[in-house]
């Protein structure tokens, strides 16, 4: 009886293990592909649009590289899949993306039932509406009656909806599953006014015939945390994807540039030397190299350098560092420690 009953035991003890050990990594799919693949923006400027030669550029494009650079010592080794916000997080779950990097709003319903998890805040944001200037409106309070265009599958629909039964005034929904239809929309008179997070509306706003012509309105009717995605499943993803965002904001804070980061490995201060892994194993932790974030700062820049070329001062956009500056200086985007 005692050899069955062991034998049983055994067998309970390998069925429950079986499963954990037989799992492959998305880091280690990653390495043995050589290449990370980032589900991003069809074609948004500052965040994920590809240039004439098809290199990708944007924020949420030098997200992916940092993790490229953080895994392979080379920023280049992604693969990016531009994804349209209806099919975005579907492509996430059956792993057709190691990735979702593609202004994402962080909500609790899909923090809680898609199989996903947000890694961070890598931009916050709020819902805005854009209208010509000839309508007259200067309040989103005035858009009673207007027809909004906007894009199916995203926060703006309940935001716009919730903004518009507040106020107890009406609206025609006019919807499209691309920003690029909507904006066309907008341009040929279908609709009287353009939502999207205020982001959004200065990247569309470009590719308007006249962008002097149509105005950003100045309410802001939702908060938009923007930040990457990850499956569930992989808690050492996880962990990789938010750290490397986390290190990005550190840096910065430390100042430590892709400029001086090399003559910045010979700092004295702790908080540095830990950064760039001259002391410590912290690399180790997320399966990387210890010298992970030097390999980030070196081939990418830290959170502000990335921020001022693709949306800030040095970009078309133009777009203050507001909620986005460091806490330090009276904004939002605070990291943990590496200790």
Same mark, same amino acid.
């Given at each position: 009886m005692?050899t069955?009953a062991?034998?049983?035991l055994?067998?309970?003890?390998?069925?429950?293990?079986m499963?954990?050990q037989a799992? #492959?990594? *998305?880091? !280690?799919?990653v390495?043995?592909? @050589?290449?990370?693949i980032? %589900? +991003?923006s069809?074609?948004l400027?500052?965040?994920?649009?590809?240039d004439a030669q098809?290199?990708?550029?944007?924020?949420?494009?030098?997200?992916c590289?940092a993790?490229?650079?953080?895994i392979?010592n080379?920023p280049k080794?992604?693969?990016f899949?531009p994804?349209?916000?209806k099919?975005?997080?579907?492509?996430?779950?059956?792993?057709?993306v190691?990735l979702?990097?593609?202004?994402? #709003?962080? *909500?609790? !319903?899909?923090d809680?039932?898609? @199989?996903?998890?947000?890694? %961070? +805040?890598?931009?916050?944001?709020?819902?805005?509406?854009?209208v010509?200037k000839?309508?007259?409106v200067d309040?989103a309070?005035?858009?009673?009656g207007a027809?909004?265009?906007l894009q199916?599958g995203t926060?703006?629909e309940?935001?716009?909806?919730?903004?518009?039964?507040?106020?107890?005034?009406?609206?025609?929904?006019?919807?499209?599953d691309?920003?690029?239809?909507?904006?066309?929309a907008f341009?040929?008179?279908?609709?009287?006014?353009?939502?999207d997070?205020?982001s959004?509306l200065y990247?569309?706003?470009?590719?308007l015939?006249?962008?002097?012509?149509a105005?950003?309105?100045?309410?802001?009717?939702?908060?938009?945390?923007l930040?990457p995605?990850?499956r569930?499943?992989?808690?050492?993803?996880?962990?990789l994807?938010k750290?490397?965002?986390?290190?990005m904001?550190?840096?910065?804070?430390?100042g430590?540039t892709?400029?001086?980061v090399d003559?910045?490995?010979?700092?004295p201060?702790?908080?540095?030397?830990?950064l760039?892994?001259?002391?410590?194993?912290?690399?180790e932790?997320?399966?990387l190299?210890?010298?992970?974030?030097?390999?980030?700062?070196?081939?990418?820049?830290n959170?502000?350098?990335?921020f001022?070329?693709n949306?800030?001062?040095d970009?078309?956009?133009?777009?203050?560092?507001?909620k986005?500056?460091?806490?330090?200086?009276?904004?939002?985007?605070y990291?943990p420690?590496?200790?």
């Amino acid at each position: 009886m005692k050899t069955i009953a062991s034998a049983l035991l055994a067998f309970a003890v390998s069925m429950t293990v079986m499963p954990v050990q037989a799992q #492959t990594t *998305t880091l !280690a799919t990653v390495k043995s592909r @050589g290449a990370l693949i980032c %589900g +991003v923006s069809p074609g948004l400027a500052g965040f994920g649009i590809p240039d004439a030669q098809g290199e990708w550029a944007g924020l949420d494009v030098d997200l992916c590289r940092a993790i490229s650079a953080a895994i392979f010592n080379d920023p280049k080794k992604v693969k990016f899949t531009p994804l349209s916000s209806k099919d975005r997080f579907t492509a996430l779950q059956s792993g057709e993306v190691d990735l979702l990097s593609r202004t994402s #709003t962080w *909500t609790m !319903a899909r923090d809680t039932t898609l @199989g996903l998890t947000f890694a %961070g +805040v890598n931009y916050y944001d709020g819902q805005a509406f854009l209208v010509q200037k000839k309508l007259g409106v200067d309040s989103a309070l005035k858009l009673d009656g207007a027809s909004i265009c906007l894009q199916q599958g995203t926060t703006t629909e309940l935001n716009v909806a919730d903004h518009f039964r507040k106020h107890k005034i009406k609206y025609e929904p006019v919807t499209f599953d691309k920003g690029d239809e909507a904006i066309k929309a907008f341009e040929s008179g279908r609709c009287d006014a353009l939502t999207d997070d205020a982001s959004a509306l200065y990247a569309l706003k470009l590719k308007l015939v006249n962008p002097s012509d149509a105005i950003v309105l100045p309410e802001l009717i939702s908060k938009e945390p923007l930040g990457p995605v990850v499956r569930s499943s992989d808690l050492q993803w996880f962990n990789l994807v938010k750290w490397v965002h986390a290190a990005m904001l550190d840096a910065e804070e430390l100042g430590v540039t892709t400029a001086n980061v090399d003559e910045m490995l010979k700092s004295p201060n702790p908080e540095i030397r830990r950064l760039l892994g001259v002391e410590g194993k912290f690399g180790e932790g997320i399966g990387l190299t210890n010298d992970w974030v030097y390999r980030i700062v070196k081939f990418v820049g830290n959170y502000g350098e990335a921020f001022d070329r693709n949306v800030g001062k040095d970009s078309v956009l133009k777009i203050s560092r507001g909620k986005n500056a460091l806490w330090i200086e009276g904004g939002l985007q605070y990291a943990p420690p590496i200790r």
